[in-house]
């Protein structure tokens, strides 16, 4: 792989760059990595096309990004552990991931980062949204950005999945995902409002719709009108793009830094291979 046959091309002006040139299943000599992770950085999600890869080698280049994370209420593939398959068949009316979210930031340390790997798609629908979190906080005033720079939020799995009665909701939620068994409890962890991300230094709101419960030291029904606002004036169009899926799509989002949203306006099988990376506590 010659980092000089890279394209690296934005898909909208909030973030998000599609990249030619790389097949992700091979090995990528140090300047091709080095121009695909500054990409990374640079476009908080990055998308590939029509690569054709084993599990293995899906796994291989994902630990490229570091240690890989284990998805605490989904099972991985049975030879493939680190391989959650989000799956939705025909029939079925829920969709996993289909609200604006960084991935389980209940957790004391989220994942860094989140790799989809398309496997089947629907001839038409299915697609994901991105939103561009410094953008969504660089528009804020700044009596606003002071305000939230000051505050942390509880995040809890239990806000929308949570402990047995709640998982056993989610299990029916999502037919065709398979999700953990008796066990696996409720998380809950304290994060900021506002997270500066350990690499490129930019702030970024760290409120989403799917496990934000409130902010620290307030009851919900105080956090309840703040939290609204936020969350609806994240995912202004001006700060997303889209991806429509093919098989053999692959987009890594930098959850630090983005949020996202499975657009669930299909009837019709869609299988995908995710796969979370490690992250760190952050301030
Ligand atoms: C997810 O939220 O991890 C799933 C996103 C998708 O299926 O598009």
Redesign the pocket.
């Known amino acids: 792989m010659n980092a000089a046959a890279i394209t690296i091309r934005p898909i909208v002006g909030a973030l998000g760059a599609e990249i030619f040139g790389v097949d992700i299943a091979g090995d990528l000599d140090n300047a091709t990595w080095a121009a695909v992770h500054r990409a990374f950085l640079d476009y908080g999600v990055i998308f590939f096309r029509d690569q054709d890869m084993t599990p293995d080698q899906q796994i291989a280049f994902a630990r490229r990004f570091g240690a890989l994370a284990d998805y605490p209420f989904a099972v991985g593939l049975e030879d493939h552990l680190e391989i959650t398959e989000?799956i939705k068949n025909p029939g079925e009316t829920n969709?996993?991931?289909a609200l604006w979210?960084a991935?389980t930031t209940y957790m004391e340390k989220p994942p860094m980062a989140?790799m989809?790997l398309a496997r089947e798609t629907p001839t038409a629908g299915?697609d994901?949204q991105f939103a561009n979190m410094a953008l969504a906080f660089q528009t804020l005033s700044v009596g606003m950005q002071g305000l939230l720079s000051g505050l942390r939020v509880v995040q809890s799995s239990g806000a929308r999945y949570g402990g047995d009665e709640t998982r056993e909701t989610r299990k029916g939620q999502f037919k065709s995902v398979k999700m953990k068994g008796a066990g696996n409890v409720a998380t809950t962890h304290v994060h900021p409002a506002v997270r500066t991300h350990p690499e490129t230094g930019a702030k970024g709101l760290y409120v989403n719709s799917a496990h934000t419960l409130k902010f620290d030291g307030m009851s919900e029904a105080e956090s309840r009108p703040l939290l609204d606002f936020l969350l609806k004036h994240l995912s202004k169009p001006e700060f997303t793009c889209r991806f429509a899926w093919r098989p053999g799509s692959v987009a890594i989002w930098d959850n630090r830094a983005v949020q996202?949203f499975?657009i669930n306006d299909y009837d019709a099988r869609?299988v995908?291979h995710?796969i979370t990376i490690a992250g760190d506590t952050h301030s």
Request: glycine share 14%; charged share 20%; hydrophobic share 40%.
């Open positions: 989000v969709a996993f991931g979210h991935d989140t989809l299915g994901t996202h499975a869609r995908m995710r």
